[in-house]
């Protein structure tokens, strides 16, 4: 357990969806919701304290409006921003969740300078490294991620079991989606996903593992396309890479990373702990060759790159990070 988490954009259901796990699962001695809309976010605060109640009692939740509060926090996730809407581009999309992070990471430095960092707005990969600009070289890029890549993880795994069918008896599936978090750009890891230890050639013909890949790339989109915007599934997606900082468990993850040699933040499988991120990302050629990619994938991996370096262009953000030095 640490000390504080604080999340802003607490009274969105990303947020306040994560909040009641973290508390649930007793990650915290406190945790900070804030948000803009005060009602909203003092009723979300009071709503988790009585759901885990006979699980965590001492628990302190706060909605609040005022950065003070997040104060000395251990970890800060930023859920803050503008949902996505369907057919919504997202350049439109990041012009306006970039003045929303800006401002968190401006009270955030100013408020928890020692915190970790994990953002969770989209687009992610843009998003996080206007937040690791703005909060600027005190904060290593081990204490900076974005969420995306775990979360498209979790979808991939969903899929390679509902494609087993009435063959999945409860095997472990190892699944893995690394690249920019925008459909067209990210790469589920077919070559080296796993069931049981198995890889799935063992168990799917090429046309399903591609039927496989393509659902996971669109997972997102499926469900806005029925219900609106995600938030179960990204919150359990923070629940798990704040789980792995607060209990060091150096789970092998995909997160938006901060890669040094290409000056971006993009998915990559990272190891999380106490400090946050254990070791720098691995090169982009070194990363081909220890995940198999095929040549398609890595001019995909290098496309979305360069569409997330586009971007920051397009909406006319100046700010730099560029450090030399991981940790």
Same mark, same amino acid.
């Given at each position: 357990?640490?000390?504080?988490?604080?999340?802003? /954009?607490?009274? /969105?259901?990303?947020? $306040?969806?994560?909040?009641?796990?973290?508390?649930?699962?007793?990650?915290?001695?406190?945790?900070?919701?804030? !948000?803009?809309? *005060?009602?909203?976010?003092?009723?979300?605060?009071?709503?988790?304290?009585?759901?885990?109640?006979?699980?965590?009692?001492?628990?302190?939740?706060?909605?609040?409006?005022?950065?003070? !509060?997040? &104060?000395?926090?251990?970890?800060?996730?930023?859920?803050?921003?503008?949902?996505? *809407?369907?057919?919504?581009?997202?350049?439109?999309?990041? &012009?306006?969740?970039?003045? %929303?992070?800006?401002?968190?990471?401006?009270?955030?430095?100013?408020?928890?300078? =020692?915190?970790?960092?994990?953002?969770?707005?989209?687009?992610? =990969?843009?998003?996080?490294? %206007?937040?690791?600009?703005?909060?600027?070289?005190?904060?290593?890029? $081990?204490?900076?991620?974005?969420?995306?890549?775990?979360?498209?993880?979790?979808?991939?795994?969903?899929?390679?079991?509902?494609?087993?069918?009435?063959?999945?008896? /409860?095997?472990?599936?190892?699944?893995?989606?690394?690249?920019?978090?925008?459909?067209?750009?990210?790469?589920?890891?077919?070559?080296?996903?796993?069931? !049981?230890?198995?890889?799935?050639?063992?168990?799917?013909?090429?046309?399903?593992? *591609?039927?496989?890949? =393509?659902?996971?790339?669109?997972?997102?989109?499926?469900?806005?396309? &029925?219900?609106?915007?995600?938030?179960?599934?990204?919150?359990?997606?923070?629940?798990?890479?704040?789980?792995?900082?607060?209990? !060091?468990?150096?789970?092998?993850? $995909?997160?938006?990373?901060?890669?040094?040699?290409?000056?971006?933040?993009?998915?990559?499988?990272?190891?999380?702990?106490? /400090?946050?991120?254990?070791?720098?990302?691995?090169?982009?050629?070194?990363? $081909?060759?220890?995940?198999?990619?095929?040549?398609?994938?890595?001019?995909?991996?290098? =496309?979305?790159?360069?569409?997330?370096?586009?971007?920051?262009?397009?909406?006319?953000?100046?700010?730099?990070?560029?450090?030399?030095?991981?940790?």
């Amino acid at each position: 357990m640490i000390n504080k988490i604080s999340v802003i /954009g607490g009274a /969105g259901k990303v947020g $306040s969806t994560f909040a009641f796990l973290a508390a649930y699962m007793v990650l915290a001695k406190e945790i900070i919701l804030l !948000d803009i809309f *005060k009602d909203v976010v003092e009723g979300r605060a009071d709503d988790i304290c009585q759901a885990v109640i006979d699980v965590n009692p001492n628990v302190h939740i706060k909605g609040t409006t005022d950065y003070n !509060d997040i &104060k000395s926090s251990d970890i800060v996730v930023i859920t803050a921003g503008k949902p996505r *809407k369907e057919g919504m581009k997202r350049i439109d999309l990041a &012009k306006e969740n970039s003045i %929303i992070v800006v401002e968190a990471c401006k009270n955030i430095k100013r408020y928890t300078p =020692d915190s970790k960092v994990i953002v969770i707005t989209n687009p992610v =990969d843009v998003m996080t490294y %206007i937040a690791a600009a703005v909060l600027g070289l005190e904060f290593s890029p $081990s204490r900076i991620m974005g969420q995306g890549g775990f979360l498209d993880s979790l979808r991939f795994s969903y899929f390679i079991k509902e494609e087993l069918g009435s063959n999945y008896l /409860g095997q472990k599936i190892d699944a893995m989606v690394i690249g920019n978090h925008e459909e067209e750009y990210m790469i589920p890891l077919v070559r080296t996903a796993q069931i !049981d230890g198995k890889f799935l050639d063992n168990y799917f013909a090429d046309e399903q593992i *591609k039927k496989i890949s =393509d659902k996971t790339k669109m997972g997102g989109t499926i469900i806005l396309e &029925k219900s609106g915007p995600t938030y179960f599934a990204p919150a359990y997606a923070i629940f798990k890479m704040v789980n792995a900082i607060v209990n !060091d468990t150096g789970e092998m993850m $995909s997160c938006s990373a901060y890669m040094i040699e290409e000056d971006v933040f993009i998915g990559v499988p990272v190891k999380l702990g106490k /400090g946050g991120i254990k070791l720098e990302p691995k090169r982009i050629e070194d990363l $081909s060759l220890e995940y198999n990619l095929k040549p398609e994938d890595l001019i995909k991996f290098k =496309d979305g790159i360069r569409n997330t370096k586009i971007t920051l262009s397009e909406i006319g953000y100046k700010g730099k990070y560029s450090v030399t030095r991981f940790s």
